[in-house]
């Protein structure tokens, strides 16, 4: 296993679990666009780990979203649920920072918060019982 390639997986998924955190502090305190789009780079961060551990080094969010599909989902190595979290997210944070006239409610915030959490603890399990962690 290539040591530096670990190590930028592991960091890749320390920013991940810190973009979760952040977002947790902002639903707190009512701030909820900013939860999702924290919420949503905890996801991003988190299959990009995963993608890493892979062999892909990808960073660009839309084509993240349909390699992790692509190459980790349609490979059974992720259950689909998870592709279906992601682009949910995904829609939720280009709604959430890019559309003026939305207006994110505290069911939308926290349930994508949720699913946040479930993700990052779904890549972080791949992970490690892959040996990278």
């Not at 530096?4 to 679990?17: A, C, M, N, Q």
């Not at 707190?28 to 949503?40: C, E, H, K, N, V």
């Not at 190595?77 to 944070?93: R, S, T």
Request: glycine share 2%; with cysteine; charged share 30%.
């Amino acid at each position: 296993m290539d040591f530096e390639l670990r190590d930028r997986v592991k960091r890749t998924l320390k920013k991940s679990h810190s973009a979760l955190n952040e977002a947790r502090i902002l639903y707190s305190q009512d701030l909820l666009p900013g939860t999702i789009s924290r919420a949503y780079s905890s996801i991003f961060h988190s299959a990009a780990a995963v993608l890493m551990s892979e062999d892909f080094d990808i960073f660009k969010p839309s084509a993240l979203v349909s390699f992790f599909n692509r190459e980790i989902v349609k490979r059974d190595l992720i259950e689909p649920d998870y592709y279906k979290m992601f682009v949910n997210a995904h829609e939720c944070y280009q709604a959430a920072e890019f559309d003026a006239y939305i207006d994110i409610n505290p069911k939308t915030a926290g349930y994508i918060l949720e699913i946040a959490q479930r993700f990052v603890e779904r890549m972080e399990r791949y992970l490690m019982e892959n040996g990278w962690l």
